[in-house]
Nanobody, 121 residues
Framework: QVQLVESGGGLVQPGGSLTLSCATS????????MKWYRQAPGKEREFVAG????????HYTESVKGRFTISRDDTRRTAYLQMNSLKPEDTAVYYC??????????????WGQGTQVTVSS
């Protein structure tokens, strides 16, 4: 059974930091690209950051560059999102995503249930 379980969300003041974790099971973690998305109230879900295979390949949406760091630990089957200098506009539900596109066209994509991040004074 595939599971992606996010944790680490919460309430933080502007300028503060949080680290989100995405613990996984049920699929071959090492082969999957791991991403974080977020969805603010009344808005569409948006891409935040991704880490490939190998973990040296990363990509960020412009608004979080220099503040967020995505990483992965293949031995722990876990992806992380370190968030620094948080702003009120970072408030959203953050979702973990795992995706694999095979060369033969098969696609695999899994989502976590989300964790709330609220940035407010």
């Amino acid at each position: 059974q595939v599971q992606l379980v996010e944790s680490g969300g919460g309430l933080v003041q502007p300028g503060g930091s949080l680290t989100l974790s995405c613990a996984t099971s049920g699929f071959f973690f090492d082969d999957f690209v791991m991403k974080w998305y977020r969805q603010a109230p009344g808005k569409e879900r948006e891409f935040v950051a991704g880490v490939g295979v190998p973990a040296t390949l990363t990509h960020y949406t412009e608004s979080v560059k220099g503040r967020f760091t995505i990483s992965r630990d293949d031995t722990r089957r876990t992806a992380y999102l370190q968030m620094n200098s948080l702003k009120p506009e970072d408030t959203a539900v953050y979702y973990c995503n795992a995706r694999l596109d095979e060369l033969d066209g098969r696609e695999y994509e899994y989502w976590g249930q989300g964790t709330q991040v609220t940035v407010s004074s």
